[in-house]
């Protein structure tokens, strides 16, 4: 067979796989992408309680770090953003319902979500970090210093938060908290003792709550990262999402927003 026939059955070989990839069961007939640009609307599912990323206001708007990145989202789209207020024990089945064309309020990768959802590039690397009463930083170092008989441990549900408390904390006591937004509270007031949350949540409500203390942001516990969840199948929504989220750090606009909510 000549170079110039091998090229040829290549070339539809390559053609015919990407048919079928983009075919694949849980593939949408027609992309994501597609019809936000004709809809003129990028639907963003979000729980909305989770500073920076994302924090519903009493006064019903959003504001944070991925709110302002989908709404760059958005205009590069040509659409307008709508904010979908979900929570995260329902934010994959919101999904599943087809509720969302993206997933913003800073979502932890994870493989059970990686298998219900597509995930775009991840734009945060930001690991599981203790929150804690600054006088108890040097008592909370590990998962073995918090996982001991009469510590409270606190977890909202729903989340990775919870997975990683369950997952690691088997003597101390568990408590599932139903409100994220008042976690806090309950540790500043001496009612549990330790929180675990990604680096940037635990950094900014510290400053949010004098008394309360990071413990080793820069060497968290566990590590991760965060992504925007998409449809399922979806290659060209998550193409889109990707060249977008790389021109936004290429330009800088990225970090500038990054920057504005957590320096």
């Not at 004709?38 to 504001?63: H, I, M, N, Q, W």
């Not at 205009?75 to 087809?98: M, Q, R, Y």
């Not at 729903?158 to 690691?168: H, L, M, Q, T, Y």
Request: with cysteine; charged share 20%.
């Amino acid at each position: 067979m000549t170079i110039r026939k091998l090229v040829s059955v290549a070339a539809a070989l390559a053609t015919a796989f990407g048919v079928g990839m983009a075919r694949a069961e849980g593939a949408p007939a027609d992309s994501t992408l597609d019809s936000v640009m004709k809809s003129g609307v990028l639907r963003a599912c979000t729980p909305g309680d989770y500073k920076p990323f994302s924090f519903l206001k009493p006064d019903g708007s959003y504001e944070g770090i991925d709110i302002e990145l989908a709404q760059s989202l958005a205009t590069a789209i040509g659409a307008k953003l709508e904010l979908v207020k979900t929570s995260w024990a329902n934010l994959l089945p919101d999904f599943a319902a087809g509720k969302c064309d993206i997933g913003i309020g800073g979502i932890s990768v994870t493989t059970e979500r990686q298998k219900r959802v597509f995930f775009s590039t991840a734009y945060m690397v930001n690991g599981k970090t203790p929150l804690v009463r600054c006088e108890d930083v040097k008592r909370f170092q590990t998962i073995a210093d918090i996982d001991k008989a009469g510590v409270r441990v606190i977890a909202n549900p729903g989340g990775s938060n919870e997975k990683f408390a369950r997952a690691n904390f088997k003597t101390a006591t568990l408590t599932i908290h139903a409100d994220n937004l008042t976690i806090f509270d309950e540790i500043a007031a001496k009612r549990a003792d330790v929180f675990v949350t990604e680096a940037a949540e635990a950094l900014t409500q510290q400053k949010l709550h004098p008394g309360l203390c990071a413990v080793n942001p820069d060497a968290p516990l566990q590590y991760g990262e965060m992504a925007y969840p998409l449809p399922r199948g979806d290659v060209a929504m998550k193409a889109f999402v990707d060249q977008w989220l790389h021109l936004a750090k290429a330009t800088g606009e990225y970090q500038k927003t990054v920057d504005k909510w957590l320096h």
